[in-house]
């Protein structure tokens, strides 16, 4: 097959761009010895949702919302990642929701007539499962007073913190890594409360790929992951295992949206 390209770019904080580029690496090295080839480079240059539509994308992370609600994104589930973070366990994670350290505000519904940040409207820990929590306490639909969309996880807490939001979900395994790799981050804020947990996000490829290369990545990944020379690898973006799994597992975030729906709070608003 032609060289399909790869991409980590989901949890790729600067300081754990080695440990996904050797990660990736030992993968294609993999593939290459079962006769699949592979770019060797991780692909940086263009922003995840274009890597997720590219006819020749051969491995990346997808965020599980998308997955389910975007009948557009046309992708194969290899794998399900099970990260060592606090709110994470068998293949789950949660987002944690976030505010102010001193702001005196000690429950969810202290929050109301609030502003609140997230990242995109298509993510799940940003938006999604903060929308389920917060969907039992709306009124008439409604909740906060004002919601702005930032572009990323790191963006809300930089929104929180400077005070041009008061409160954000952020994604369990992109706050752990704020937390070990850039602690000034998130000086000054407290988590308030986690969301539900959902499946982790998910290693996929395009459906285009052939069952026999879907097999293959499943292989070239487990091996990856059962490495005892890429430890410290798996340590720096905090991977413990992977879960075979397809897209009927995600099942789950779809029904927290129509449970949202359900309860007349469709929208985070």
Same mark, same amino acid.
């Given at each position: 097959m032609n060289r399909g390209i790869a991409s980590l770019g989901m949890y790729d904080h600067p300081a754990q761009h080695a440990a996904n580029d050797r990660l990736w690496g030992e /993968?294609? #090295?993999? *593939? =290459? &010895?079962?006769? /699949? #080839?592979? #770019? #060797?480079? $991780? =692909?940086r240059s263009r922003s995840v949702e274009a890597i997720w539509r590219a006819p020749?994308? *051969?491995? &990346?992370?997808?965020?599980?919302?998308? *997955?389910?609600? =975007?009948? =557009? $994104? &046309? *992708?194969r589930v290899i794998g399900v990642p099970v990260y060592d973070v606090p709110g994470c366990a068998s293949g789950e994670h949660v987002s944690h929701i976030v505010v102010r350290s001193d702001d005196p505000a000690a429950t969810l519904d202290a929050f109301r007539d609030r502003r609140a940040a997230i990242n995109s409207r298509r993510s799940n820990s940003g938006h999604n499962l903060f929308r389920a929590t917060v969907a039992p306490l709306a009124r008439d639909g409604r909740f906060f007073a004002a919601v702005i969309e930032t572009g990323s996880h790191r963006a809300s807490v930089d929104a929180v913190r400077r005070g041009r939001a008061d409160i954000a979900a952020i994604d369990a395994v992109t706050f752990a890594a704020l937390r070990r790799f850039e602690p000034a981050a998130i000086a000054g804020l407290r988590i308030l409360a986690n969301t539900a947990a959902s499946p982790t996000l998910p290693f996929v490829t395009a459906r285009s790929t052939s069952i026999a290369t879907v097999a293959a990545l499943r292989i070239a990944l487990a091996e990856a992951v059962a490495d005892p020379s890429l430890a410290d690898v798996r340590a720096a973006l905090f991977l413990a295992d992977v879960i075979p799994a397809g897209e009927d597992r995600y099942a789950r975030v779809r029904a927290?949206?129509?449970d949202a729906v359900a309860a007349g709070y469709p929208v985070l608003q």
């Open positions: /993968i294609a #090295r993999r *593939l =290459d &010895a079962r006769g /699949i #080839r592979a #770019r #060797r480079r $991780l =692909d020749d994308l *051969l491995f &990346a992370q997808t965020c599980g919302y998308p *997955l389910v609600s =975007d009948p =557009d $994104l &046309a *992708l927290l949206e129509n």
